[in-house]
Nanobody, 126 residues
């Protein structure tokens, strides 16, 4: 069973930065495409970013383009989300997810993931 553990959330002022990490158990991390999602109070969960197995292809929601960066370190079984220029509307619980895939350069959308983490809270104060 694959387990995902997010960390790095917290409280930050608007304009600040945070880096989220998602550690994935197991020895086949490089077989998984990864994604980050978020859910704000009273809202549906939404896609934020995604990255292919190889790391060569990425997806960014329009709301975070130019501010957030996803990366992965296959040697450390970890995917990162660097969040800069944070806004109050970025406040949410952030989840990482993994999808096992044969295709090294494909990323995936929310309904396609196999495993999810428990989430980490990000709060941006104005």
């Amino acid at each position: 069973q694959v387990q995902l553990v997010e960390s790095g959330g917290g409280l930050v002022q608007a304009g600040g930065s945070l880096r989220l990490s998602c550690a994935v158990s197991g020895r086949t991390f490089s077989s998984y495409a990864m994604g980050w999602f978020r859910q704000a109070p009273g809202k549906e969960r939404e896609s934020v970013v995604a990255i292919s197995r190889s790391g060569a292809r990425t997806y960014y929601a329009n709301s975070v383009k130019g501010r957030f960066t996803i990366s992965r370190d296959n040697a450390k079984n970890t995917v990162y989300l660097q969040m800069n220029s944070l806004k109050p509307e970025d406040t949410a619980v952030y989840y990482c997810a993994a999808k096992k895939t044969y295709y090294k350069d494909s990323y995936y959308y929310m309904g396609e993931y196999d495993y999810w983490g428990q989430g980490t809270q990000v709060t941006v104060s104005s």
